[in-house]
């Protein structure tokens, strides 16, 4: 947990007149620079790490942002974009000596074409206000990250976010059409485009969950896909997790792409039921939800070839939404796995990695061992469909060891899931939080690419500097302390 | 499987060195895409072989000279397939350099294009080094997501030594419908169409006859098909249909190498009719507008920019005017930039995609 040390008098006036500076080479634009108005942009979603950002700057026009970028440019100012701030791995967190350029001004829908199945919209949009503008035309957008209701599609790209249909209908890299952005030099810049593709190097495919780091997004156009017609969830108990893993990968291996394929562990399962009261097996050592969506004729034809294969997998208990309520009540306990997780614990810490699926049981197993080597709880929820694994381990953030315990744990899960072929974020981000678990999964020469790519983008190195991808020095630091298959720095330090 | 990657790095890190450019080979059947080839030839098929594949984990990972004949019989095997339904320009075609070309066939409009399906490459760079991007995983946002560099890149950012692509189960039925629509009808329809949860996998529309393929569960392809109208058509003949504009051996293409040149007009799908002169074959829901056409390049190309999309001369004519759309000036300085971090002698395919790159 960082917090803003307490500067000599020296580097204060330094910064003050930095401000002074900002404050006027952006007349015209809100820039606020008071402490009381700029603490509110000290973190993101990941309250963990907090940092006072010199000023925030809240254009409204891409003139603006322009202006703004040319500014900090000339002024050698670090910038942080920032959407809504829900990123779960400091992607939004400022720089000391920069800006925080927040695009909540841009709010508008633009064009929406019912036709081309196609939504412009500025990137301050919350990704479920397009959905509920194409509603009336029976159309959506489909990724759906669980913080939808607040999101904002200029953060969905930043960090090309998941949710829990992508095995059916893709992340957002596969749901956006166009991307126009800004660079660090003012120069305005189209990736992508209306058609189904666009010349030279595909630039928007990589520029798609870039945390933030390549150019300011003023604009994105996202695809529309019809609405299905229904939807239909089964429920299914197993009384052994690893036998729920595999009836994930029979129910793939039989030529099925379930609109949504989610598990729960046994203690995730308690936790939920205790919040949302949805009548889930309790006895269950692990709870499959999975849906069918399309035509009546279609789900009911998933439904039946599904249930087949559950059966022969071993389900102990099989149950079939009836209804939008009763679908609706079988998702509330997955969907809820978060604040239930709160009341169980002061703290919880959610992971992000992803496996190949047959090792599912494999990593539960593994946790199941941290958890005591550790010494703290982790329930576990994940996207099945995909080996996206969110483990929430439990703390409490006024222990200052039980935080530090639990990011060891995080660590070590995320290696873990680097051992088993897999990566340590499949949908939130590397961020700050990740940085270090970034020196595992690739070598130096793939990260020294990746500084090349963003140099690509960024050649000023202004724009959210010092996140996602970690220096050399860094991996060399963070090798030393390096916590590897479970071995603790000093093992034999009593911990608790 | 043998390993020709010690033999890659020899031959990478000399030209490197002599700044002399290599031209990466498969098996040569899209040796006509793009600019024209040129340098030392350096043949990746001896880096070949299937590397993992587990059908419930929907993966394949394979070397670069893998025959991608060799992939598709390995999947359909399990009742899968690659969904972006590549086309394969011959009877060898490899992996490498169906990614490379990054070209993609019919399904493109229901399901994705290859750039979709891009899980993880493994690369190997202009300084020899053997680089990995993303992995074998559905889910990963960690690091830039160079992978999707790759498709289209036609191998001037390095040798794509290996592949992981995400695969799809084969629908449980298909069926495919014949209507006789004006293209204006056939492009309203079509757009109409793709706002309805219908199991359209593909289209194409010529001389007034628009062909529509169903896919997916057998209910929901017999409602369409009762829903949609038009005339069903037998099995046997849908296959020679679809094959035939994947391969592009329909007569529309094959049977006029040495008229007017072919443009590949990419299009938004609700872009108005295309007026030129000349013959024309509309695919992926009005996205891909197929032109045999003699006039001019520049007019070609305007109007595709006006209409919101650009055109690409696929075969014959006067290569001198570029085969493909110029890039706005800010888009090929990052594109130049790119290229020379993984290529900075320059050495891979240099002027294969663009005279500066």
């Known amino acids: ?496 | 499987m043998i390993d020709m990657l010690d033999s890659f790095r020899a031959t990478v890190e000399r030209a490197t060195r002599d700044q002399t450019p290599l031209q990466i080979v498969g098996s040569g059947s899209k040796h006509w895409y793009g600019e024209a080839p040129q340098g030392e030839l350096l043949d990746t098929r001896g880096h070949a072989g299937i590397v993992a594949y587990d059908p419930a984990e929907l993966v394949i990972t394979a070397r670069c000279g893998t025959p991608l004949a060799d992939i598709e019989a390995t999947l359909a095997e399990q009742g899968q397939m690659l969904a972006f339904e590549p086309p394969h320009f011959g009877p060898a075609a490899t992996l490498g350099g169906c990614v490379a070309a990054g070209l993609s066939g019919p399904r493109r409009q229901a399901a994705g294009a290859l750039r979709d399906f891009i899980l993880g490459v493994q690369l190997l760079d202009g300084q020899g080094r053997v680089l990995n991007f993303g992995g074998q995983v559905m889910k990963n946002v960690a690091g830039y997501d160079v992978a999707r560099l790759l498709p289209g890149s036609l191998g001037t950012l390095g040798l794509i030594l290996e592949v992981s692509l995400k695969v799809l189960p084969k629908p449980f039925a298909e069926a495919t419908l014949r209507f006789e629509l004006s293209e204006a009808e056939a492009l309203t329809r079509l757009n109409q169409w793709g706002g309805q949860p219908l199991p359209i996998s593909a289209s194409t529309w010529q001389d007034g006859v628009l062909y529509l393929r169903l896919s997916g569960a057998e209910a929901a392809v017999a409602g369409a098909c009762g829903k949609l109208g038009g005339e069903r058509i037998a099995d046997a003949d849908c296959a020679v249909l679809w094959q035939g504009l994947r391969e592009q051996t329909a007569p529309f293409f094959a049977g006029r190498a040495e008229s007017a040149p072919l443009w590949r007009l990419a299009l938004p799908s609700t872009a108005q009719p295309v007026a030129l002169p000349g013959a024309q074959l509309i695919e992926w829901g009005g996205g891909q507008r197929w032109w045999r056409s003699d006039a001019p390049a520049e007019q070609i190309r305007a109007l595709a920019e006006r209409l919101g999309g650009h055109a690409t001369l696929w075969r014959g004519g006067d290569r001198s005017v570029g085969v493909f759309a110029p890039l706005a000036a800010p888009l090929m300085q990052i594109q130049r930039r790119l290229k020379a971090t993984f290529d900075p002698a320059g050495v891979f395919n240099p002027g294969r995609l663009y005279p500066a790159l």
Request: proline content about 5%.
């Open chain 1, 1 to 496: 947990m960082t917090e803003t040390a307490t500067l000599p008098a020296t580097e204060r006036q330094r910064r003050a007149e930095l401000v002074q500076q900002l404050r006027a080479a952006f007349v015209g634009c809100q820039f606020l620079f008071e402490t009381e108005d700029t603490v509110a942009y000290e973190c993101d979603g990941l309250a963990a790490y907090r940092q006072l950002p010199l000023g925030v700057a809240l254009p409204e026009t891409e003139a603006q942002v322009q202006h703004i970028l040319r500014v900090c440019t000339e002024l050698k100012v670090p910038v942080v974009p920032r959407g809504a701030g829900t990123c779960l791995s400091g992607g939004a967190l400022p720089i000391e000596d920069g800006i925080v350029l927040s695009l909540a001004k841009f709010k508008h829908i633009v064009e929406l074409n019912p036709l081309g199945r196609t939504a412009t919209v500025q990137p301050g949009v919350r990704n479920l206000a397009i959905s509920e503008a194409a509603a009336p035309y029976g159309l959506y957008y489909a990724p759906d990250p669980s913080s939808q209701i607040a999101c904002t599609i200029g953060g969905n790209v930043a960090e090309n976010s998941g949710g829990v249909h992508c095995l059916k209908y893709g992340l957002t890299v596969n749901n956006i059409l166009k991307v126009r952005a800004v660079t660090m030099d003012g120069e305005i810049v189209e990736f992508g485009s209306l058609a189904p593709d666009a010349p030279g190097l595909d630039l928007l495919g990589v520029f798609i969950g870039s945390e933030g780091m390549f150019a300011v997004v003023t604009e994105v156009v996202v695809k529309l896909v019809p609405k299905p017609q229904c939807a239909q969830v089964i429920m299914a108990s197993f009384d052994d997790v690893v036998r729920g893993g595999e009836a994930v990968a029979a129910i793939i291996a039989a030529g099925i792409i379930p609109a949504g394929l989610e598990m729960m562990d046994g203690p995730a399962t308690r936790a939920v039921e205790e919040f949302v009261h949805a009548g889930y097996d309790l006895s269950a050592a692990a709870i499959l939800l999975c849906e069918a969506d399309g035509t009546l004729e279609e789900v009911a034809e998933e439904i039946a070839r599904t249930i087949a294969v559950l059966e022969a997998s071993g389900a102990t208990r099989i149950q079939v939404s009836q209804s939008e309520a009763e679908r609706l009540m079988f998702w509330s306990g997955r969907k809820n796995a978060f604040p239930a997780a709160g009341r169980l614990s002061p703290d919880y810490y959610c992971m992000d990695g992803t496996i190949p699926r047959r090792h599912i049981g494999t990593l539960l197993g593994r946790i199941a061992e941290m958890e005591r080597q550790y010494a703290l709880r982790c329930i576990n929820v994940f996207h099945a469909g995909d080996g996206n694994m969110h483990p929430l381990i439990l703390f409490n953030g006024n222990d200052a060891d039980e935080w530090h315990r639990a990011e060891l744990f995080g660590a070590d899960i995320l290696e873990t899931c680097v051992e088993l072929g897999g990566t340590i974020t499949g949908e939130h981000g590397v961020g700050v939080e990740k940085i270090n678990s970034m020196c595992v999964q690739f070598s130096p020469e793939e990260r020294d690419a990746f500084f090349a790519v963003k140099h690509a983008f960024d050649p000023f190195g202004l724009l959210n500097n010092d996140k996602a991808i970690p220096t050399r020095a860094r991996c060399a630091e963070y090798g030393k302390l390096h916590v590897h298959h479970g071995q603790l720095p000093h093992p034999d330090l009593p911990r608790f």
